[in-house]
């Protein structure tokens, strides 16, 4: 980025990110360029769990990329409470924007910054006023729990904002912060007689991806110190903001519920089939149940729910049950601290793992489907199918079901099930081998997910 107005090459450029003298980089930023360039351009919203980094993606947006940024908190800001809840006069807004931020704010050329603004509702439904009576002005949106404020009745500005969703840092977001730059970029490639030739550092830097996982604190950590202890002690902290979250922001009546939800994911990913069963958080429990407590989660951005499809048609949304599901959680290190997995057993061994290697891997795969590619993901089964497609994407006009294996060993039998029943155009399988064409299926490496 720079401070002048983006030019065509410019918009093509990849936007590194300068910390500590590192290379950083996080593909957000060119969707946030983009979004700068729109004629039609909207206040935008960006929507993520906490510790993914939206403050920081926000603020480094504006340092690069405006010649002023104007941040204003609303975490215990009653003044700032206080100047929305009048009325929504933009030019009397703007005025204590400026003396809140210190800067004076002028269109174009200041990006305005109004960060945890779940704690303001009238401010978040302010936004409607800006993209109606003041276009001009440069302004981005985010809080921690944003989701569950705007399900629980705050005025959102429908129609009236863009969105945009950050997630933790993906494999090759990842493999830039390791400054292993040309691996990353190799992957961009899809030319997989280059890739292959370097599967064993893939592999390396996937097995400590899938401990460290993608939240920015324990990146960070690990590419300074290269300390697995460290990274532990990270994820456990974070795991704990996250539960004393549960506490602060729900009825007591339902606490119990998403607390027995969250800690059951482990358990229920580690399962043959990985069908979300009530039945194994809470004898006799049924779904109506923990509707709210999962909901929570899911608005949170804590967990994701992939729903199943019974019947593998276009538009695959359409034939989704609403009543069966899996759930995973928003980042696969995340999920081995929770599980209290210990480094040892992901790092050792010729193969990624050697125990929870299916939730572990399963995991990474719908974590890099959500990030890092244009597909919703969806699985198939039914309650009396002898066997379940691990994931199943939409590919324009085209089903495309997806088999994950953990390891070099593999048999394809369910895949095989499913394209003898179903006779999709192509299959495909991630695994640890590396890239094979076999005319009904394509074996991509699970390090190359992107390339989908």
């Known amino acids: 980025c720079d401070r002048r107005a983006a030019s065509d090459v410019y918009k093509r450029q990849i936007y590194y990110l300068r910390k500590d003298g590192v290379t950083m980089l996080r593909f957000a930023m060119d969707n946030l360029l983009q979004w700068k360039e729109k004629k039609n351009r909207k206040p935008l919203i960006i929507m993520g769990a906490r510790q993914v980094g939206k403050t920081w993606l926000m603020k480094e947006f504006g340092k690069n990329c405006y010649e002023k940024t104007a941040y204003i908190s609303f975490y215990n800001n009653q003044r700032m409470n206080a100047v929305f809840e009048n009325d929504f006069d933009i030019e009397r807004i703007i005025m204590n924007l400026n003396i809140e931020s210190g800067v004076t704010i002028t269109p174009g050329n200041t990006l305005i910054i109004l960060d945890e603004v779940q704690n303001t509702p009238k401010a978040l439904e302010s936004l409607k006023y800006f993209c109606e009576e003041a276009p001009e002005y440069h302004i981005i949106a985010a809080g921690s729990l944003l989701g569950v404020a705007i399900h629980e009745g705050v005025s959102y500005p429908v129609g009236k904002v863009d969105l945009l969703d950050l997630y933790p840092l993906n494999f090759r977001e990842f493999l830039y912060a390791m400054e292993e730059k040309k691996l990353a970029d190799a992957l961009k490639t899809k030319d997989f007689s280059i890739i292959d030739n370097f599967s064993d550092k893939y592999l390396f830097w996937l097995k400590n991806y899938y401990y460290t996982g993608g939240m920015p604190a324990v990146v960070d950590a690990f590419r ?162 002898t066997f379940e497609q691990d994931f199943l994407i939409q590919k324009e006009d085209a089903i495309i079901p997806i088999e994950v294996k953990a390891e070099t060993n593999i048999r394809s039998q369910s895949l095989k099930a499913y394209y003898d029943k179903f006779h999709p155009e192509k299959a495909v399988r991630f695994s640890t081998l590396k890239y094979m064409d076999q005319e009904w299926m394509v074996n991509i490496p699970l390090y190359a997910v992107c390339n989908l």
């Open 224 to 385: 300074l110190d290269k300390d697995y202890t460290e990274v532990r002690q990270i994820q456990s902290d974070i795991l704990r903001q996250y539960e004393g979250d549960f506490g602060k922001h729900i009825e007591s009546k339902v606490l119990p519920r998403i607390r027995m939800v969250w800690n059951s994911i482990p358990m229920q990913l580690a399962k043959e089939n990985k069908k979300f069963f009530f039945g194994q958080i809470k004898k006799g429990a049924r779904s109506s149940e923990f509707e709210i407590a999962i909901q929570w989660l899911i608005d949170c951005g804590l967990i994701y729910k992939v729903n199943r499809v019974n019947e593998p048609h276009i538009p695959l949304k359409a034939y989704q049950s609403m009543n069966a599901y899996k759930l995973f959680m928003l980042d696969v290190g995340l999920l081995g601290a929770l599980s209290e997995l210990p480094a040892t057993s992901i790092l050792e061994g010729n193969d990624i793992f050697m125990e929870f290697k299916g939730a572990l891997t399963e995991q990474y795969v719908l974590q890099q489907l959500i990030s890092d590619t244009p597909y919703t993901p969806y699985y198939y089964g039914t309650e009396k199918a």
